[in-house]
């Protein structure tokens, strides 16, 4: 489960699905944020389009990246590459614990 390896390891970069069983990926990372509210997440997905609007945000308020799947190693890199080498200053908002994070461990 991802959310409790982001307990036990504390990365600096998720790498998600978007749709999993439990705890979606958006919502994983939601609840990531409420411990690290500077967590870099890269959202991957066969369905972009289904969940654009919160992409849009997530892109815009932490810089988060996202990937349609099927991609390649190389679009992983790339994109990372170009994210890392970004000089603007992400300000993200801490937000309070959400319930479903709490069922998640």
């Not at 958006?26 to 500077?38: D, Q």
């Amino acid at each position: 489960h991802g959310y409790l390896r982001y307990l036990d390891q504390h990365p600096e970069i998720v790498l998600t699905d978007i749709q999993m069983p439990e705890l979606d990926g958006i919502e994983m990372i939601r609840c990531i944020r409420t411990i690290n509210p500077n967590v870099k997440a890269i959202y991957i997905s066969g369905a972009i389009g289904q969940y654009q609007e919160v992409l849009i945000s997530e892109g815009k308020e932490y810089g988060a990246l996202v990937l349609n799947k099927p991609f390649s190693r190389n679009d992983l890199l790339a994109s990372m590459n170009g994210w890392l080498s970004d000089d603007r200053e992400v300000n993200p908002r801490q937000r309070p614990p959400i319930a479903s994070c709490k069922s998640a461990r």
